[in-house]
């Protein structure tokens, strides 16, 4: 028989134990047969209506010590109103109806005052409180028509990620708040894989899962003692003898080469098939940059985790930059390996996945790389580089018209992520390249072609649709598949003198395509453009879309980021001032380094420009002033594309040329300038496409 002693040990250690409170149906219950409103109850403990309204439907729970005296009240009411009796009298205020609406930014304000509640039995002793969530809402309502939600896979109910405040709140994906307990980073870490629900499926059914993503304003990493600032500017990372990196690696932690910078990712060996990783995004550090996350940095968390939610869900969870993380998408989509059967063994293993680029990286061929490259650098060679890049040309001044000057305005239109529509059904190789000399050319294999173009005809009028400069060539050059099929479909004899093909092919991109696709589409539509638009409903659309809402805004400049970025990181050069020719750089060791792919989508996206000003020039006769990238300006007589893009006598677009549209592709106003501009901006040799818009672009080349 148990001792007094023992007895007493076990209840004390029951009283210990954190505080019990009763099903959320029944905490509801005993305030309204106490006759008591939600808002005199978040009055009493110093809360929020809407608090007591997720007590009371299960989604989040007090901590202490608000948790001790809402016991303490619940104690009190169930002493007077037991489940099986009636309550003594009608409720002082009618009890509320179920309130959908969501909470405000305020949920942490108390409520106007009233009469405190009468006090009830003492509770239990308090004790520590678990992770709890609460719903809030950005400061405006969503004006998409698609919300970003929690993913439906029962490991992750909170979603892909979440965006820290100072004061313990993490606000995720749907308006959805967790109050995280952490006070370091290595307990933010633990929090997030134990305890915050956090994370998204793979994307691919031979993929991984996506790690959860904590991004931490400036109170938080305040908090957890980061800097304001980095001071390494170049190598954007803590120093290794920083507190907090040394506190990560005491407890058993890993840094990936990047070390603890704007995107540090903590980790430790999977357990099985159990990742053990967690992604934190540093937002005072710049980890969200304003050219691809516009207007972010002055955004509330809450309406930072929409922006962050949203695009994790139509594109992927951030990882890193817009560039990155449309890298990192690639392999999502096209994981490199797959689970096979050994035949000798029996046992399941990691083999090669099909369509995509394997696990090792791959040696360009001679030239697809660049001079600096260990394979070229130590062979010696001296036959030429591969320069497919964006169109920079401006048309001679002299080669104007008196009817062109005199027409009143010059009118940008620019191609909606014109290298997402090259990537598009785009054969790229698989397998490294073979050297052939004399081959036959055929449209259908890629690879790099050495041919002689000079003597191929275009009008002066139009750029040559074979160097990024727009001029002639002037002998035998190195070019990628589509350069070469569009000289032989002007019909002109194509006979390359060698060529480096690949064997194994594959439309690799066309996951990536499809998802960003429907991301950019879906997004223009949330903000009012759609496809069904008119022309002139289309560009009237356009003129406003940015004022919708800017957390859409965001996201959608983050999508076109991604694509640009994505396909400029096929070809990263070596960086850093220490930095000699012929040694191995971090971006070529990985397969993901692959310049000839970054060539074919460039060849692609500036044959499908230039196929567009040939038939604009055939079907209307005017002739572009000037071509940057994606943006191209014609003369116009009057303010509107309208007045000059070619449409049929049914009023539909001419197929062919420059069409109005919201998908990639199609073409938007850029801007409109006088045409007496335009041609002060030639004479003094710049491009009118760069500054057509307002400020000064930059060649978007996809770096």
Known sequence: ????????????????EEPQLPPPSERARLREAAGITQ?????????????VKNYENGRSEPKSPRLEAYQRLLNGWAAKYPAHSAPAAAPRHPAPQPHTAPATPETKTAAPAEAPLAAAPAPAAPAPQPTAARPATPARPPAAKRTAKPPADPRFPHGPLAVLDGDGSAYGVDGLVLDCPATTVVELVEWTLHESGLGAPKLHRHGKDADPLIALTATAAAKFGLPERLEDRRGLRLEEDHPVVKQIIKAKWKLTQRGFGPWARIYR????????????????????????????????????ARVLGLYAQRVTTPRGSTAVSGLELMTELRPPTRPVRDETSGNWISGHNPGSLGTEPMDPAPPEGQPEHPAVFHSGWQGGFL??????WVRPVDLLSDEECHLPYAIGLDLNTAFLAAAARLTVGLSAPDHFHAPAFSPKIPGSWLVDLSHVEIDPRLPSPFTPSGERPTGPAWYQTHTVAYAQELGYNVAPLEAYLRRETGAYLDPW?????????DTLADLGVTKDLTDVEFLAAMERH????????????????????????????????????????PAMQRPTWRPDIRAAVISKARVNMHRKLYKMADMTGLYPLAVLSDC??????????????????????????FRLGPTPGLAKLEGVRTMLWAVDVMEQGDNPASLIKGGNAVLDDGE
Not at 275 to 299: F, N
Not at 548 to 569: E, F, H, S
Not at 633 to 654: C, H, I, M
Request: glycine fraction near 8%; include cysteine.
């Open 632 to 657: 191209v300006v014609y003369p116009s007589p009057g303010p509107s594309p309208l007045d000059f893009l070619p449409y049929a006598a049914s009023g539909k677009p001419q197929p062919g040329g």
């Open 39 to 51: 808002a005199r109850l978040a009055n009493a403990l110093k809360t929020t209506t809407q608090s």
């Open 387 to 392: 320069h497919e890049e964006a169109y920079q």
């Open 513 to 521: 395509h499809d998802r960003l696709k429907a991301a950019y589409v």
């Open 546 to 585: 940015k004022d919708i809402d800017p957390v859409l805004t965001a996201v959608l400049a983050a999508i076109k980021g991604t694509v640009k970025g994505g396909i400029g990181k096929l070809f990263q050069n070596p960086q850093g001032r220490n930095y000699k020719p012929g040694d191995p750089w």
């Open 1 to 16: 028989m148990a001792s007094e002693e023992e007895l007493f040990a076990n209840i004390d250690a029951l009283l210990e």
């Open 269 to 304: 060996k999977a357990q099985g098939t159990q990742r053990q990783c967690v992604q934190l995004a540093i937002l005072p550090w710049d980890a969200l940059d304003e050219r691809s996350w516009p207007g972010v940095s002055d955004m509330d968390p809450a309406d930072t």
